[in-house]
């Protein structure tokens, strides 16, 4: 890492402090304050924060979380997502408008067809507002998951399953807002499971 990249990252850690400071945060920011001093002065032995707003602290977090839901995916059956999302609205709303709205989507489907109540998807939000989303689609064929996703997603591009991982780095005002939240990374996560088999509500009635 240069030493412009580390100088930026101080910046952006510093920013988060104060906003913190400034929302009646001040012991999450005395945590992350204390993290960033640890790092900077390069101590091996400082206790790390692990809070989502941490720039440095987040990073494994995504990574973990991404590397779970990686494993979660059936090479053969699952396809790569990748959506812009364009928003003046925070980072956590964005986030529940898209899982929102596939659901919205894949239910409207799903209605008329019933392979697409199999469909489900899982995948997490950077902090660049780029969605990486796994597609589960047995039942239902690659070019048909895409036309559906571009009908609201007209840039949506549709990949094979890639060991990609979302971006970490964030907005101040993102980055203080997660941090708040006590959630660490789950609020940038996207699932919406499959529906349940109508003959097995059925039986289950």
């Avoid at 995948?123 to 996703?149: C, N, P, S, W, Y």
Wanted: charged fraction near 25%.
């Amino acid at each position: 890492m240069t030493t412009r990249q580390q100088t930026n990252e101080y910046h952006i850690q510093k920013g988060v402090i104060a906003a913190l400071r400034a929302n009646s945060e001040p012991q999450l920011a005395d945590r992350l304050e204390r993290c960033m001093a640890g790092r900077v002065n390069g101590n091996p032995r400082a206790r790390t924060c692990q809070s989502p707003g941490c720039l440095w602290c987040r990073a494994p977090m995504i990574q973990s979380w991404w590397r779970g839901i990686c494993e979660w995916a059936a090479p053969g059956t699952s396809s790569l997502a990748v959506i812009a999302l364009r928003t003046p609205i925070s980072l956590r709303e964005a986030v529940q408008r898209l899982r929102r709205s596939l659901r919205d989507v894949r239910d409207r489907l799903a209605q008329n067809s019933n392979p697409w109540r199999s469909v489900c998807f899982a995948g997490m939000v950077g902090g660049d507002g780029t969605a990486f989303i796994l597609v589960q689609h047995e039942r239902v064929k690659r070019h048909e998951v895409l036309t559906m996703l571009r009908r609201r997603w007209p840039t949506v591009v549709l990949k094979d399953l890639e060991r990609e991982t979302p971006l970490s780095t964030m907005r101040v005002d993102d980055a203080a807002d997660l941090a708040r939240s006590r959630r660490g990374v789950e609020p940038l996560r996207v699932v919406v499971l499959p529906q349940r088999d109508r003959q097995s509500v059925a039986s289950s009635e």
